[in-house]
């Protein structure tokens, strides 16, 4: 994520530790195109739009756009590395934690990711 910019910016002293803005180094044109995706998503339901209304209900327009589109190049990251197709789980399959943050249930990597990564038959 840090490649297109989609990193939040640290600012730390002694033992204080603030995050701010996104850093936008890296490349635009690929920040741009998630973010861009991000906002498409929002009009399906699919999980990364589930991710984005629910994110958007908490949050301003544009933190939720950029949340999502870090979400969406982590999900792209994971099948680059793994080489593995994707499936995404249907919103409704998406559990929540009872904690009061909303945070995703403790689960593996690939259930955070809200997909399942099936190997890609070869021919």
């Known amino acids: 994520m840090s490649y297109a910019g989609l990193v939040p910016s640290v600012h ?15 490349s635009r044109l690929l920040r741009n195109v998630a973010i861009q995706t991000a906002y ?15 994110l ?18 982590a999900v792209v990251w994971r099948i680059l590395t793994d080489r ?3 499936e995404a789980l249907p919103p409704h399959r998406i559990s929540r934690n009872s904690s009061p943050s909303g ?21």
């Open 84 to 86: 593995r197709g994707f």
């Open 40 to 54: 498409r998503q929002a009009m399906y339901g699919t999980t990364l739009g589930t991710y984005y209304r629910d």
């Open 12 to 26: 730390a002293s002694g033992g204080n530790t603030r995050y701010g803005r996104l850093t936008k180094r890296g």
């Open 56 to 73: 958007k209900s908490r949050k301003n327009a544009r933190v939720a756009a950029a949340a999502t589109a870090r979400k969406l190049l």
């Open 103 to 123: 945070a995703l249930a403790n689960l593996d990597r690939e259930r955070a990711l809200s997909l399942t990564v099936s190997p890609v038959k070869t021919i």
